[in-house]
């Protein structure tokens, strides 16, 4: 038995290195998380394929769009690190993975619809734009006036606020359950995610936004989820349950190991919200919720019962 579970465990570490990797063997610490070439080609992994989906294969399916809360604990894997220098930059939270893929052109599809659409593409600077901020303070206005034009001296009175892994409060998602009649079961299909934070007019120091529409989470921008698979299948996540062995943010989002509620689903009132139709009534719409929940989970079940 002993034989046994050590060669289960030579192979477990095997198939997966970690972000600690050679953590026993350093001598050093600059040796921590040098890969040798056995555990570079095993790194070295393209994201599960779907398979394709013959649309007479698909008895039923409903598209919904959801929020992930990142204040839930169960959510904190996409959230944390705050500032990836902390770790040596050795793990990254999901913001700063999907930002660097899109300065190296390895995402594409990017979006800035609010609904999830994918209609309107975004390019890079438009990114930028909207995770940065320009806002003059008093006293430059005072200087203007005063006749200073000197771009040294009034730079000073200017206030550049840029987003960060740590003002995003919440992804929302968008994706279809679907009955596969072929293979007798239901799945979800991941289409689009969007990182969540306030305005960033909230960080002018002159801005007159009143308290509700500060605490406003809204989209920066949507990326079609397909195509940003493989980025997010090399980025590590850091596994609560056992350090040893993480996953990454492709598995976890589609594996759907996280928290989140539904605050829309397709229907024929142009894909209306919840709090369009229960208003100001949060344990309404958190029981609205739910009901979607059930319906899908109902579907399943009934195909089975009936």
């Given at each position: 038995m002993n034989k046994f579970l050590f060669f289960f465990f030579l192979i477990l570490s095997n198939s997966f290195v970690s972000g600690q990797a050679n953590l026993l063997n350093a001598r050093v610490p600059q040796d921590v998380g040098e890969l040798n070439e056995k555990q570079v080609e095993a790194n070295d992994e393209e994201p599960l394929s779907y398979g394709f989906i013959d649309d007479r294969d698909v008895l039923w399916s409903k598209t919904i769009w959801e929020i992930i809360d990142l204040d839930e604990r169960v959510n904190?894997?996409?959230y944390y690190p705050e500032d990836p220098a902390n770790l040596g930059e050795e793990r990254k939270s999901l913001f700063d993975v999907i930002m660097t893929g899109i300065k190296d052109g390895e995402i594409k599809e990017i979006y800035t619809d609010d609904g999830g659409y994918f209609k309107e593409k975004m390019t890079y600077q438009e990114v930028l734009d909207a995770t940065r901020g320009e806002f003059f303070l008093e006293a430059y206005t005072d200087l203007y006036n005063d006749g200073e034009r000197d771009p040294e001296v009034l730079k000073e009175y200017i206030v550049y606020p840029e987003l960060s892994s740590k003002d995003i409060l919440e992804y929302r998602v968008k994706g279809t359950w679907y009955f596969d009649k072929r293979q007798g079961e239901m799945k979800y299909r991941l289409l689009g995610i969007a990182p969540c934070a306030r305005d960033v007019a909230v960080y002018d120091p002159q801005s007159t936004l009143d308290a509700e529409e500060k605490d406003e989470t809204y989209p920066l921008f949507w990326l079609w989820y397909p195509d940003a698979r493989a980025v997010l299948n090399k980025a590590k996540v850091f596994n609560t349950r056992n350090s040893s062995q993480p996953i990454t943010f492709d598995h976890i989002l589609n594996s759907r190991r996280f928290n989140a509620?539904?605050?829309?689903?397709?229907?024929?009132?142009?894909?209306?919200?919840?709090?369009?139709?229960?208003?100001?009534?949060a344990l309404q719409q958190l029981l609205e919720s739910e009901r979607i929940k059930n319906v899908i989970r109902d579907f399943e079940q009934d195909m089975w019962n009936n």
């Open positions: 904190f894997p996409l509620i539904i605050y829309k689903e397709e229907n024929v009132y142009e894909d209306r919200e919840i709090t369009n139709y229960i208003q100001k009534d």
